[in-house]
């Protein structure tokens, strides 16, 4: 790919908080701003915006020339959308540069995509993707970047905050571009099923979320043991986490701040309500806030819950019953119970589904090895609780085992068959995906828009700190009504759906 020159450093830095340790681009509230300033007696906070500050803010604007025009006829033009002929190097987009999208980016590359353009919103969060890739175009705005190079663009990540997910992620599919895009698939049930149909209306595009475990062999060990009756049936699974690791059950801050010169406030918000800049949203804490997240639940259930869901067949709850603490209109509550109950299915039963996050633990097992710490990992796990044995596992499904040391030793020297198809690896899946091969595991259509519409339901049932009832046929409360905003947001002019 030859030199070209592109506006300069951009992306939503999507401060991922769901794969374990800290991401790319984290850095403290105070990170990058400076000293304290003294003004007569009083020291002042240089980030802290003066009256006069506020009247005359001016976002920082993307710089540099456009994109040199290309002379190759595009590949799309010669095979239709979506067509990808199997010798090529898919030419990827990445919206997010910084945080989980670092990794994303680096993941695609080590996948054979070609990375052919950065959109991110925070030249300090996205540069060591820059650094990185020196040659790769940069833009501030994702959608002037599809814009001035959509032509050439096979494919788009999307590794923002959740409450741009659906925006950048239905551009990309209605220009023809395979996406991959970080769960949760997005912040509200209307976008993630706008999502999903919008996908199923073109099955040559490639989709994929990003919850990593499902292509991951413990996934599918914990589907080949559960199937075989090594725990017997199912009656029960258990959740736990270490998130949030950000600041949850709060007021909006009333503090003004100056926003930081390497970033585009307007850009970060996109289709979100203006509000003033504060360190309480970004780079990292944005997940608390439900205007931007969806709080410890939305951040790791796409992991935790993801083997169950496929395991036993769930869709849609019968109920989901909350139990926080003290509830915030605008934000997540520190810690929380959310209790779902799957209606029986086939072989299995009335399955109760427990999720404990803010530092809610479940109780140790019965028989587990004492030399075995509790809880097994910081980050969380899952406990399987059938009638003949228990199981446990990793938050991403990772290192299955049993309780009981005996039968864990018999069914790994003699275990069930491999019914189940190894992934060549997450990212691998979705670039196979555009040259025809098979679908993506989790592809927003299949297994990715259910689970992540699952998830959400819990974040409802949450927000309202009580019991929805869930209709069957349409996956939608039927005891409470439930605030419009809270199912479908309204966008700002040039961001919607």
């Known amino acids: 790919m030859g030199k070209r020159r592109g506006s300069q450093g951009e992306g939503h830095r999507s401060q991922d908080a769901g794969h374990g340790s800290q991401e790319t681009g984290r850095r403290s509230q105070a990170a990058g701003h400076g000293s304290q300033e003294t003004v007569g007696a009083v020291t002042r906070d240089p980030r802290l915006a003066t009256p ?7 976002f920082v604007q993307a710089s540099g020339a456009a994109a040199a025009a290309f002379t190759i006829v595009p ?6 959308k979506g067509y990808l002929a199997p010798s090529d190097k898919p030419n990827v987009a990445c919206i997010g540069a910084g945080g989980k999208g670092r990794s994303d980016i680096d993941g695609v590359r080590d996948a054979g995509g070609n990375i052919y353009a950065f959109a991110d919103v925070d030249d300090e969060s996205a540069a060591d993707a820059y650094r990185s890739y020196p040659n790769v175009p940069r833009f501030k705005d994702y ?10 663009i096979d494919a788009i990540t999307v590794s923002i905050p959740d409450h741009s997910h659906a925006s950048a992620a239905m551009l990309g599919l209605r220009a023809g571009k395979h996406v991959f895009c970080q769960k949760p698939l997005a912040r509200t049930l209307y976008e993630v099923r706008t999502l999903e149909q919008t996908a199923a209306a073109n099955p040559k595009l490639s989709t994929q979320m990003g919850n990593q475990g ?24 258990q959740y736990w986490t270490n998130r949030p690791i950000w600041p949850q059950g709060l007021d909006r801050p009333l503090e003004a701040y100056n926003v930081p010169p390497t970033l585009d406030w307007d850009l970060w918000l996109g289709p979100a309500p203006v509000r ?5 949203y970004c780079p990292f804490n944005w997940r608390g806030w439900w ?22 067949g769930f869709k849609w709850p019968t109920r989901v019953e909350a139990e926080c603490t003290e509830l915030h209109p605008e934000s997540g509550p520190k810690s929380s119970r959310i209790t779902y109950w799957f209606p029986a299915k086939g072989k299995y039963p009335e399955i109760k589904v427990t999720w404990r996050d803010g530092g809610l633990n479940p109780v140790r097992p019965t028989g587990l090895d004492p030399a075995r710490s509790w809880p097994i990992a910081d980050i969380g796990g899952q406990i399987w609780i059938g009638d003949e044995g228990t199981m446990i596992a990793g938050m991403y499904g990772e290192d299955p085992f049993l309780v009981d040391a005996k039968k864990d030793a018999a069914v790994r020297a003699n275990p069930p068959a491999k019914k189940y198809p190894r992934s060549p690896g997450h990212y691998v899946e979705w670039i196979n995906g555009m040259k025809g091969g098979q679908k993506p595991m989790s592809s927003f259509d299949g297994h990715a828009g259910p689970l992540t ?7 409802l049932a949450q927000r309202t700190g009580g019991r929805l009832d869930i209709d069957q ?8 009504q439930l605030p419009a905003l809270y199912l479908k947001p309204e966008f700002r002019n040039g961001w919607t759906v």
């Open 453 to 459: 519409e699952m998830v959400l339901l819990g974040v």
């Open 291 to 312: 205007d931007f997240g969806t709080g410890a639940l939305g951040d790791m259930a796409c992991h935790g819950m993801d083997a169950a869901f496929w395991a036993l």
């Open 473 to 480: 046929s349409t996956g939608m409360a039927t005891n409470i």
């Open 143 to 152: 959608r002037e970047m599809l814009d001035k190079m959509g032509k050439n």
């Open 75 to 80: 590949r799309h033009v010669l095979g239709g």
């Open 214 to 237: 499902h292509a991951g062999e413990g996934t599918r060990v914990v589907r080949e043991w559960v199937e075989a009756g090594v725990i017997g049936t199912v009656r029960e699974v």
């Open 276 to 280: 003033p800049y504060h360190p309480s």
């Open 52 to 58: 006069n500050d506020l009247s005359r803010r001016e």
